[in-house]
């Protein structure tokens, strides 16, 4: 069992950036796939970034790319996502998500479940 908790959240003006951090219990957290995704008001949740367990590979909604970065500190035990020129549009509640299968898709599914953490990006 893995148990999730993100930081990082708060409010910032458009153009601003943020640094969310996921941090997993656990030894194994490390081995574990990792993503994150947003739900704004009313939307379905999204898919947003997410790394392999190695750290070697990551993927990228469309939305994101260019601006967003994910990456793993393995001497901390977080997974990472520096969010840059921040759009209204990127307001949300941003959760991490932790899954054993290596091997799994980057969008899917994933097991464990953070709380969230609020972005919200003012215009």
């Known amino acids: 069992q893995v148990q999730l908790v993100e930081s990082g959240g708060g409010l910032v003006q458009a153009g601003g950036s943020l640094r969310l951090s996921c941090a997993g219990s656990g030894r194994t957290f490390s081995s574990y796939r990792v993503g994150w995704f947003r739900q704004a008001p009313g939307k379905e949740r999204e898919f947003v970034a997410a790394?392999?367990?190695?750290?070697?590979?990551?993927y990228y909604a469309d939305s994101v790319k260019g601006r967003f970065t994910i990456s793993r500190d393995y001497a901390t035990g977080t997974v990472n996502l520096q969010m840059n020129s921040l759009k209204p549009e990127d307001t949300a509640v941003y959760y991490c998500?932790?899954?054993?299968?290596?091997?799994?898709?980057?969008?899917?599914?994933?097991?464990?479940w953070g709380q969230g953490t609020q972005v919200t990006v003012s215009s």
């Open positions: 998500a932790a899954d054993p299968v290596v091997t799994g898709p980057a969008q899917g599914p994933y097991d464990y």
């Open positions: 790394i392999n367990w190695g750290g070697s590979r990551t």
